[in-house]
């Protein structure tokens, strides 16, 4: 191989005074490749890529070197193609010449003329410890903002009302409310029946909303879309209206869908009553995504709210044509107390458990507290068994002893709600409510 020529060196001290000079780093490509040194051309088209990885002149550059062809310079005859194994088996220049063990391996035979097919994918293994990626990974949006795929959308559940236990008149309200015109397209059209406006669930904590919405959403055949404070409020100005944006954008592109809304009476509490204006303005947006734009704007995308103290929910939230139709869920009630029970001590060592017993020495209790009856129970056996040295299995009295130890969680819950049964049921929203204080002597 030539040595180097005068012109050569003085490129190879300007590109070392001006490393990231693309342009200049690519013209000593062109001399070096001229001039045979088409190993030195490849380690500087490749520090070229580092600077810029898209350069289309730097990559067709990188293809004639890594065939070992030159440029064609006027007056001279074209030079031939350079066989490949001196440009895979020479020792590499440092940090950039690619590595040997390269995908583009010598051929048996000698080299036949490249053609227009290159293979790229083959270039970029020789070439990939020199060049950066040119594509990378999106960074994932903060909050929910921005970006639609931030949401997590649930695909169609396999839960339906049928495996909710119990709660006959939810189910009957339900299917009144929301599922029959649903179901119904004809009669619908035929009664006028709009599907605008949604669902709010309130009651005592622990008794099942959240379960209830995905069996709803599981009877439509919809996208399942849980969404809590935590997901919409953001600290800056104007975010947490775009979340509240981009939650319903996302629903409406994922249509049929339920969205959930969470502990409402966070993301749409009186605006009355709250001091942050960016707190009012969510509120404010949130209406409007009620609303829609456009009279289709939510056709298919079917709201559900849950709260325990509705009547710190705006006003506005419960007009007609929003959040109009309110369930009341509470505590299990016998059939659906024995199917929670059930649910969790079907993997548990048991023996001699009457459930009719456990199901009414558990009167009152939510279906968290049923949890916590039959987790208190089990490590009470577990306990026992590592104290004796000997393994037994969870028996009645495990069961009615951890029952007779947990006060029922909704008490104070039903403590506050009498108050606003008695002087605030305006409209007669809390008529059920009423009905069931009465039924349980507690008005």
């Given at each position: 191989m030539s040595a180097e020529s005068p012109l050569i060196k003085s490129m190879r001290t300007a590109v070392a005074a001006t490393p990231d000079d693309v342009p200049l780093r690519l013209h000593l490509a062109e001399l070096l490749l001229t001039a045979g040194h088409g190993d030195a051309a490849v380690g500087e088209v490749a520090a070229a890529l580092q600077h810029a990885p898209g350069d289309v002149q730097a990559r067709e550059l990188m293809v004639r070197a890594l065939a070992g062809t030159p440029a064609n310079t006027p007056g001279e005859a074209p030079l031939p193609p350079r066989p490949h194994a001196p440009v895979l088996t020479q020792a590499p220049a440092p940090a950039a010449v690619p590595p040997q063990d390269s995908v583009l391996k010598p051929p048996p035979a000698p080299a036949p003329t490249p053609t227009p097919g290159f293979d790229w994918k083959a270039a970029q293994d020789q070439v990939g410890d020199a060049v950066p990626p040119r594509f990378v990974e999106a960074p994932l949006t903060v909050d929910g903002g921005g970006d639609a795929d931030a949401w997590d959308v649930?695909?169609?559940?396999?839960?339906?009302?049928?495996?909710?236990?119990?709660?006959?008149?939810?189910?009957?309200?339900?299917?009144?409310?929301?599922?029959?015109?649903?179901?119904?397209?004809?009669?619908?059209?035929?009664?006028?029946?709009?599907?605008?406006?949604?669902?709010?669930?309130?009651?005592?904590?622990?008794?099942?909303?959240?379960?209830?919405?995905?069996?709803?959403?599981?009877?439509?055949?919809?996208?399942?879309?849980?969404?809590?404070?935590?997901?919409?409020?953001?600290?800056?100005?104007?975010?947490?209206?775009?979340?509240?944006?981009?939650?319903?954008?996302?629903?409406?592109?994922?249509?049929?869908?339920?969205?959930?809304?969470?502990?409402?009476?966070?993301?749409?509490?009186?605006?009355s009553r709250t001091q942050s204006s960016g707190m009012r303005n969510t509120v404010n947006q949130l209406l409007t995504e009620l609303d829609g734009v456009e009279a289709e704007a939510n056709e298919g995308v079917f709201v559900l709210a849950a709260t325990n103290v509705p009547w710190d929910v705006d006003i506005a939230l419960r007009r007609p044509g929003r959040l109009d139709r309110t369930l009341l869920v509470l505590p299990p009630d016998g059939p659906a107390r024995e199917a929670i029970l059930r649910y969790h001590l079907r993997e548990r060592p048991i023996e001699n458990v009457d459930l009719g017993k456990l199901v009414k020495a558990t009167d009152g209790l939510s279906g968290a507290d049923l949890a916590h009856v039959c987790e208190a129970a089990a490590e009470h056996a577990l306990l026992d068994s590592a104290r004796t040295g000997t393994v037994r299995l969870i028996g009645m009295k495990d069961l009615l002893a951890a029952a007779g130890q947990i006060a029922p969680s909704v008490e104070p819950w039903f403590a506050s709600a009498r108050n606003v049964a008695m002087y605030a049921n305006d409209g007669g929203m809390y008529d059920d409510l009423v009905a069931y204080l009465k039924k349980k002597r507690k008005l």
């Amino acid at each position: 191989m030539s040595a180097e020529s005068p012109l050569i060196k003085s490129m190879r001290t300007a590109v070392a005074a001006t490393p990231d000079d693309v342009p200049l780093r690519l013209h000593l490509a062109e001399l070096l490749l001229t001039a045979g040194h088409g190993d030195a051309a490849v380690g500087e088209v490749a520090a070229a890529l580092q600077h810029a990885p898209g350069d289309v002149q730097a990559r067709e550059l990188m293809v004639r070197a890594l065939a070992g062809t030159p440029a064609n310079t006027p007056g001279e005859a074209p030079l031939p193609p350079r066989p490949h194994a001196p440009v895979l088996t020479q020792a590499p220049a440092p940090a950039a010449v690619p590595p040997q063990d390269s995908v583009l391996k010598p051929p048996p035979a000698p080299a036949p003329t490249p053609t227009p097919g290159f293979d790229w994918k083959a270039a970029q293994d020789q070439v990939g410890d020199a060049v950066p990626p040119r594509f990378v990974e999106a960074p994932l949006t903060v909050d929910g903002g921005g970006d639609a795929d931030a949401w997590d959308v649930e695909r169609p559940g396999t839960v339906r009302l049928a495996d909710v236990g119990g709660m006959q008149e939810v189910k009957e309200r339900l299917e009144a409310a929301f599922l029959a015109p649903l179901r119904n397209p004809e009669l619908r059209r035929l009664y006028g029946k709009s599907l605008r406006g949604g669902l709010l669930l309130y009651g005592p904590p622990g008794c099942g909303k959240t379960f209830i919405a995905r069996a709803v959403a599981g009877e439509l055949g919809a996208s399942f879309l849980s969404v809590s404070v935590n997901d919409v409020l953001d600290m800056w100005i104007g975010n947490s209206e775009r979340n509240m944006h981009e939650l319903f954008q996302t629903a409406r592109r994922q249509a049929p869908c339920v969205i959930f809304l969470d502990e409402l009476d966070a993301l749409g509490g009186k605006r009355s009553r709250t001091q942050s204006s960016g707190m009012r303005n969510t509120v404010n947006q949130l209406l409007t995504e009620l609303d829609g734009v456009e009279a289709e704007a939510n056709e298919g995308v079917f709201v559900l709210a849950a709260t325990n103290v509705p009547w710190d929910v705006d006003i506005a939230l419960r007009r007609p044509g929003r959040l109009d139709r309110t369930l009341l869920v509470l505590p299990p009630d016998g059939p659906a107390r024995e199917a929670i029970l059930r649910y969790h001590l079907r993997e548990r060592p048991i023996e001699n458990v009457d459930l009719g017993k456990l199901v009414k020495a558990t009167d009152g209790l939510s279906g968290a507290d049923l949890a916590h009856v039959c987790e208190a129970a089990a490590e009470h056996a577990l306990l026992d068994s590592a104290r004796t040295g000997t393994v037994r299995l969870i028996g009645m009295k495990d069961l009615l002893a951890a029952a007779g130890q947990i006060a029922p969680s909704v008490e104070p819950w039903f403590a506050s709600a009498r108050n606003v049964a008695m002087y605030a049921n305006d409209g007669g929203m809390y008529d059920d409510l009423v009905a069931y204080l009465k039924k349980k002597r507690k008005l």
